[in-house]
Nanobody, 123 residues
Framework: QVHLVESGGGLVQAGGSLRLSCAASGLTFSTYAMGWFRQAPGKERDFVAAISRYGSTYYADSVKGRFTISRDNGENTVYLQMSSLKPDDTAVYYC?????????????????WGKGTLVTVSS
C-alpha cells in the first residue's frame, strides 16, 4: 500500500521560511515524478511545484524564486523549501506522485496523494 506522509507545516511569520517533507513508502520512489499542491480555505487545489525522476523542476509563477523542490531517492523523500513566505501562502500543502512531471504540472493522472500539512503565514 502506498503512503505519502507530509510533515513540516506550522505557523510562521511573513518573510519567514519553512521546509516541508513528504516521505513515500510502498512505491518505487525513483520512478515517480513528485510534486506539491496547496489548497487555501474556500479555494481549489493548485499546483505549486514538481520534480521529475531526473531532477528537472517546475514551479507555479506565484512561488518562483521563493520555493525550491528537491528529492532524495535514497530516503524516498521529496522536500519543499519555502522562503519569503507571504500570508497568501497560507494553505494545506499536499504531496503528490505521478508517472511524469507533466501529469503533476497539469494535475492530470496523479497516482497518489498525501493527506496534507497545514502552513499558516501570519502578517
Amino acid at each position: 500500500q502506498v503512503h505519502l506522509v507530509e510533515s513540516g507545516g506550522g505557523l510562521v511569520q511573513a518573510g519567514g521560511s519553512l521546509r516541508l517533507s513528504c516521505a513515500a513508502s510502498g512505491l518505487t520512489f525513483s520512478t515517480y515524478a513528485m510534486g506539491w499542491f496547496r489548497q487555501a480555505p474556500g479555494k481549489e487545489r493548485d499546483f505549486v511545484a514538481a520534480i521529475s525522476r531526473y531532477g528537472s523542476t517546475y514551479y507555479a509563477d506565484s512561488v518562483k524564486g521563493r520555493f525550491t523542490i528537491s528529492r532524495d531517492n535514497g530516503e524516498n523523500t521529496v522536500y519543499l523549501q519555502m522562503s519569503s513566505l507571504k500570508p497568501d501562502d497560507t494553505a494545506v500543502y499536499y504531496c503528490a506522485a505521478g508517472s511524469t512531471s507533466n501529469s503533476i504540472v497539469r494535475s492530470r493522472g496523479i497516482d497518489y496523494w498525501g493527506k496534507g500539512t497545514l502552513v499558516t503565514v501570519s502578517s
